[in-house]
């Protein structure tokens, strides 16, 4: 069947319907810690309007609930095994399953049986799936369920759905999506090649629908911080008040490549300061090459951070040398506090930054030239500010307000 591709971008804003029949939801992610970042509006949306949630994921799922807001939670917190206590008390349930970051590992065929029985077993008839390897097993166990009634929808993040010739990891998790093809009626892309893989390798019996993420909060109301924000900023950070600051807020890990940001700040001027908040297996391993480098002074590395507001009024460019995004969270949050952007040029990113217009993009991995389009911004304030006003402008159209109605309806099959 040929794959229809429908791209949201322009569609209107209007709220989803909560005048049709209710579903029973089964919601896959890798880890609880995914679905509390990204997806509590969507979760606590389809609890309020009754549909039957569980959250099926690896990891500790405390104060999920909370965060949704269901009085009555259904508080199912075992492992994969046919004995996991149950709490039945509402119209949301919570199953840990033992997912692990490896494909191979028989832990994740475990998770997919116990997802099948789950399936064969319960009362649902949608299926929606997040996150490359969760959504594979996931869709593992609905073949295996043998249910032929299931509509499933999986979002594509963009943080591992890759091309061929892109290394043997993208490798095996486009030959994963052409397995499961056969039961996926539906893909939701965030970017246009995640868009264009989808589409050219018929990866869905049904269409491939892109949107704008899953939804900023700060992007409804974008504000450049004043003069006198800016400074309060600063001076609650202990950020100098002449430095020329560099925000990158992501996990550290080989995907968003700080490294590379930390190589180009060493032949970067001594005013010139970046700002890396985040947690990652990789922390200790930037922070080791800033000190070798000697730039461990100007890098400053605050580990996980409640108030990147407050970051992001003190900083002057947002910056990413990401190898692979699918519509990076901490971008879209960046431009809707008037930043301009200097990003490197790669899925996801280029979605976002209209070159030299709100903002700039380098080769992946080039230090250097990441190194000069940072000087070029710092040089020019007329140019720097022009591209955050342009970032504002932009902001808007990531907002959740405006993402989630679109979603919601897609999920909902309109």
Same mark, same amino acid.
């Given at each position: 069947?040929?794959?229809?591709?429908?791209?949201?971008?322009?569609?209107?804003?209007?709220?989803p319907s909560t005048g049709g029949a209710t579903h029973g939801v089964l919601y896959v992610a890798s880890t609880f810690g995914h679905l509390r970042s990204f997806h509590v509006p969507y979760i606590r949306?389809?609890?309020?309007?009754?549909?039957?949630?569980?959250?099926?994921?690896?990891?500790?799922?405390?104060?999920?609930?909370?965060?949704?807001?269901?009085?009555?939670?259904?508080?199912?917190?075992?492992?994969?095994?046919?004995?996991?206590?149950?709490?039945?008390?509402?119209?949301?349930?919570?199953?840990?399953?033992?997912?692990?970051?490896?494909?191979?590992?028989?832990?994740?065929?475990?998770?997919?049986?116990?997802?099948?029985?789950?399936?064969r077993t319960g009362d649902y008839d949608l299926v929606l799936t997040h996150t490359a390897l969760a959504a594979f097993f996931a869709r593992l166990g609905v073949g295996w369920s043998g249910r032929r009634?299931?509509?499933?929808?999986?979002?594509?993040?963009?943080?591992?759905?890759?091309?061929?010739?892109?290394?043997?990891?993208?490798?095996?998790?486009?030959?994963?999506?052409?397995?499961?093809?056969?039961?996926?009626?539906?893909?939701?892309?965030?970017?246009?090649?995640?868009?264009?893989?989808?589409?050219?390798?018929?990866?869905?019996?049904?269409?491939?629908?892109?949107v704008d993420g899953m939804g900023v909060l700060e992007a409804a109301h974008p504000h450049a911080p004043t003069a006198d924000e800016r400074a309060r900023a600063r001076e609650c950070l202990g950020v100098?008040?002449? =430095?020329?600051?560099?925000?990158?807020?992501?996990?550290? #890990? &080989?995907? $968003?490549?700080?490294?590379? /940001? +930390? *190589?180009?700040?060493?032949?970067?001027?001594?005013?010139?300061?970046?700002?890396?908040?985040?947690?990652?297996?990789?922390?200790?391993?930037?922070?080791?090459?800033?000190?070798?480098?000697?730039?461990?002074?100007?890098?400053?590395?605050?580990?996980?951070?409640?108030?990147?507001?407050?970051?992001?009024?003190?900083?002057?460019?947002?910056?990413?040398?990401?190898?692979?995004?699918?519509?990076?969270?901490?971008?879209?949050? =960046?431009?809707?506090?008037?930043?301009?952007?200097?990003? #490197? &040029?790669? $899925?996801?990113?280029?979605? /976002? +930054? *209209?070159?030299?217009?709100?903002?700039?993009?380098?080769?992946?991995?080039?230090?250097?030239?990441?190194?000069?389009?940072?000087?070029?911004?710092?040089?020019?304030?007329?140019?720097?500010?022009?591209?955050?006003?342009?970032?504002?402008?932009?902001?808007?159209?990531?907002?959740?307000?405006?993402?989630?109605?679109?979603?919601?309806?897609?999920?909902?099959?309109?």
């Amino acid at each position: 069947m040929p794959t229809d591709v429908r791209d949201e971008r322009d569609a209107g804003g209007d709220a989803p319907s909560t005048g049709g029949a209710t579903h029973g939801v089964l919601y896959v992610a890798s880890t609880f810690g995914h679905l509390r970042s990204f997806h509590v509006p969507y979760i606590r949306a389809m609890v309020e309007r009754g549909d039957r949630v569980t959250l099926v994921a690896a990891g500790d799922p405390a104060n999920l609930a909370d965060l949704v807001g269901a009085g009555g939670v259904e508080g199912i917190t075992g492992s994969a095994a046919d004995d996991a206590a149950e709490r039945r008390r509402g119209s949301l349930r919570i199953v840990r399953v033992p997912f692990v970051k490896k494909m191979s590992s028989p832990s994740n065929f475990a998770a997919a049986r116990a997802i099948a029985r789950m399936l064969r077993t319960g009362d649902y008839d949608l299926v929606l799936t997040h996150t490359a390897l969760a959504a594979f097993f996931a869709r593992l166990g609905v073949g295996w369920s043998g249910r032929r009634d299931l509509r499933v929808v999986n979002t594509v993040h963009g943080y591992l759905f890759g091309e061929e010739g892109g290394g043997m990891k993208n490798a095996l998790l486009l030959q994963a999506e052409r397995m499961t093809a056969g039961v996926t009626d539906e893909i939701v892309t965030m970017n246009a090649e995640d868009t264009r893989i989808a589409t050219g390798r018929r990866l869905c019996r049904g269409p491939v629908v892109q949107v704008d993420g899953m939804g900023v909060l700060e992007a409804a109301h974008p504000h450049a911080p004043t003069a006198d924000e800016r400074a309060r900023a600063r001076e609650c950070l202990g950020v100098p008040q002449g =430095a020329f600051v560099l925000l990158c807020a992501a996990e550290f #890990s &080989a995907r $968003k490549n700080q490294r590379v /940001l +930390v *190589e180009a700040l060493q032949s970067l001027p001594d005013d010139v300061m970046l700002a890396l908040p985040g947690t990652g297996a990789l922390c200790q391993e930037v922070a080791n090459l800033a000190r070798d480098l000697g730039v461990e002074g100007r890098a400053a590395m605050p580990g996980f951070c409640d108030d990147l507001a407050s970051w992001r009024a003190a900083a002057d460019v947002c910056v990413s040398a990401s190898r692979s995004e699918g519509l990076p969270f901490h971008v879209m949050e =960046a431009m809707a506090a008037g930043l301009p952007l200097v990003l #490197s &040029a790669v $899925k996801g990113h280029v979605d /976002l +930054v *209209e070159e030299g217009v709100n903002g700039l993009t380098f080769p992946p991995d080039d230090a250097a030239w990441l190194a000069r389009a940072v000087m070029r911004l710092r040089d020019d304030p007329a140019e720097r500010l022009a591209m955050g006003r342009a970032s504002l402008e932009r902001a808007p159209r990531y907002s959740l307000e405006r993402v989630m109605p679109r979603l919601m309806g897609i999920y909902e099959g309109e």
